[in-house]
C-alpha cells in the first residue's frame, strides 16, 4: 500500500495500492503502457478530497526545471513564440528535467531568438519571457523565482499550493487573475498511448475554475510542462477588497500584500489541513440576486459576467446559512472564511464528505441555490462526480 497522507493537503490518512513519484518523461516511458486502470495523476494534492482508499495507481507529478526565453514582443508573436518553446524544449532535456529539488532550477537564460528583431529595442518591455516549466514545480516558488528575475504576471496568485501541472487543470485563480491568461501551451503524456501531445491555450478552453483537462476523456493526459508567456512590465490587478486603493512599487510589493491577505484569511494547509476553497462561487440570474438583495439589501456580494448572470461568493453564502466556523466531530469550516473546510486533527474523509453535504444542504433550503465542490473527489475506483456520490 502507498500512504497518500503526506501528498493530499486535507491531510487524510488514505493509501492508494500502488504509488509513483515521476520525476521525469522517461519515468512515463518506461510504464507499461497502456496504464492498467484504475490510476490518478496528483500535483501537490491541494485541490482533493478522496473520500475512501484508493485501489489503483496514483503518478506524483515531480518533473522539475524551468527554462526562460527572452524574445522581443510582437503584435503577432504566436509564431515565435511557439518556436521559442519548442527550443526551450529541447534545450532544457536535459539539464532541467532532472533539477528534482524542492528550490525552483532555473536553467541558463536561453539566447534570444531573433537577435536582429531585439536589437531594435531598448528596454523591458519590449521583450515577453517564454517560461517553460516541469509540472512538478511548486508554483509558489515558481512565482518567487521569477519575481527574483523581475519577470512577473503571476503576483496575484502567490500563496496558491500546488503545482504548475495541476494549476491549468482547474485553471487556478485568485484576486482577478487566472493560471490561463498566461497559458502558452500545455505538453502531455498520453497514459494510454505513450505520445506526447501539445496544447494551446484555446485548445485548453479555460473557464472559471475549468479546462478540457477535467473531462473524462482527457483524464489519461500527465502534464509534464507548462509554458506561460510573461513580462518584465508590472500590470496591476488590484479591483479585489484589500488590493484597491493602494500604490504598488512592483509586482514584488502586490505579491506581499496577496501573502498577507491570504495568511490573515486562510489556514496554511502546513498547518491545519484543508483544501483551499471547498464550492465554486455560482452563477445565477439577476432573479436569484434580487431575492437576495430583497432579503439581505444591497450588500449582497455580487458580480456581474459577461454572459449576463452574476457570481455570487459561495463563502457569503455558506455564512448567511450559518455555516461560518461550525464543528462537527474532526471537522469544521474556517472562521475567517467558511468556504474553506478545515481538518481539526484526525479527521476521516467520510466526516469531510458529510460536512459538505450539510453546508451544501443548507444553502439549497435557506436560497435554492446549489453549491458545487470546486475540489474534485475521488472513491475506491476513481474520480466521482459531486451528483453520484
Ligand atoms: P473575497 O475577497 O472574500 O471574495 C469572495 C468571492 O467574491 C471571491 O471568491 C471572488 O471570486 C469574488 N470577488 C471578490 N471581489 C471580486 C471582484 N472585484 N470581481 C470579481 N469577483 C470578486 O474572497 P477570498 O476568500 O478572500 O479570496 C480572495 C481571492 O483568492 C479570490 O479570488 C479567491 O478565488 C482566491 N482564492 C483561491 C483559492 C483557490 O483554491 N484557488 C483559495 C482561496 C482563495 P473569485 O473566486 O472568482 O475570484
Same mark, same amino acid.
Given at each position: 500500500?502507498? !500512504? /497518500? ?8 490518512? #488514505? ?26 495523476? %496528483?500535483?501537490?494534492?491541494? *485541490?482533493?478530497?478522496?473520500? +475512501? ?8 507529478? &515531480? ?9 522581443? &514582443? ?56 517564454? #517560461? ?5 514545480? #511548486?508554483? *509558489? !516558488? ?11 504576471? %503571476? +503576483? ?15 485553471? $487556478?485563480?485568485?484576486?482577478?487573475? +487566472? ?10 503524456? !498520453? ?10 491555450? =484555446? ?55 496577496? $501573502? ?14 484543508? =483544501? ?67 481538518? /481539526? ?7 469531510? /464528505? ?8 443548507? @444553502?439549497?433550503?435557506?436560497?435554492? $441555490?446549489?453549491? @458545487? ?11 466521482? =462526480?459531486? !451528483?453520484?456520490?
Amino acid at each position: 500500500m502507498f !500512504d /497518500l497522507s503526506s501528498y493530499n493537503t486535507f491531510n487524510l490518512a #488514505v493509501s492508494a495500492r500502488e504509488g509513483l513519484v515521476v520525476s521525469e518523461v522517461a519515468d512515463l516511458e518506461n510504464l507499461p503502457l497502456p496504464l492498467e486502470e484504475p490510476y490518478i495523476i %496528483l500535483g501537490g494534492g491541494s *485541490d482533493v478530497l478522496f473520500t +475512501e482508499d484508493f485501489v489503483g495507481t496514483v503518478l506524483i507529478n &515531480r518533473i522539475m526545471g524551468v527554462s526562460i526565453t527572452k524574445l522581443p &514582443r510582437r503584435a503577432d508573436s504566436a509564431g515565435a513564440l511557439a518556436s521559442a518553446a519548442a527550443a526551450a524544449s529541447a534545450s532544457s532535456a536535459s539539464s532541467s528535467d532532472t533539477a528534482a529539488s524542492a528550490a525552483v532550477a532555473f536553467s541558463a537564460e536561453a539566447p534570444v531568438a531573433d537577435a536582429s528583431a531585439a536589437d531594435s529595442y531598448d528596454s523591458d518591455s519590449a521583450f515577453e519571457y517564454v #517560461v517553460r516549466v516541469g509540472g512538478g514545480v #511548486v508554483l *509558489d !516558488d515558481l512565482i518567487a523565482q521569477l519575481l527574483k528575475e523581475d519577470i512577473c504576471g %503571476l +503576483e496575484n496568485l502567490s500563496l496558491i499550493p500546488g503545482t504548475v501541472g495541476a494549476a491549468p487543470i482547474q485553471n $487556478i485563480g485568485a484576486y482577478g487573475v +487566472e493560471i490561463g491568461d498566461f497559458i502558452e501551451s500545455i505538453e502531455a503524456f !498520453d497514459l494510454r498511448t505513450g505520445e506526447t501531445k501539445v496544447f494551446t491555450a =484555446a485548445q485548453c478552453h479555460f473557464g472559471y475554475r475549468y479546462s478540457i483537462f477535467k473531462e473524462p476523456e482527457y483524464r489519461s493526459l500527465f502534464i509534464t510542462h507548462v509554458t506561460l508567456r510573461l513580462s518584465k512590465t508590472f500590470v496591476p490587478h488590484q479591483n479585489y477588497a484589500g488590493l484597491q486603493s493602494m500604490e504598488f512599487k512592483d509586482a514584488f510589493a502586490m505579491r506581499e500584500r496577496v $501573502i498577507a491577505l491570504r495568511n490573515e484569511k486562510l489556514p496554511n494547509p502546513k498547518y491545519v489541513g484543508n =483544501a483551499g476553497s471547498f464550492f465554486k462561487n455560482p452563477y445565477v440570474n439577476a432573479d436569484v440576486v434580487a431575492a437576495l438583495q430583497a432579503q439581505f439589501g444591497t450588500k449582497v456580494p455580487c458580480y456581474p459576467c459577461e454572459d449576463g448572470r452574476f457570481k455570487l461568493a459561495a463563502g457569503w453564502l455558506i455564512d448567511k446559512a450559518n455555516c461560518r466556523g461550525l464543528k462537527h466531530g474532526q471537522v469544521g469550516t474556517w472562521g475567517k472564511q467558511a468556504l474553506v473546510i478545515v481538518n /481539526l486533527g484526525n479527521a476521516k474523509p467520510h466526516e469531510v /464528505l458529510a460536512l459538505a453535504r450539510y453546508i451544501s444542504a443548507e @444553502v439549497k433550503s435557506k436560497f435554492g $441555490i446549489d453549491l @458545487v465542490p470546486e475540489v474534485r473527489l475521488y472513491g475506491k475506483h476513481g474520480e466521482i =462526480a459531486w !451528483d453520484q456520490i
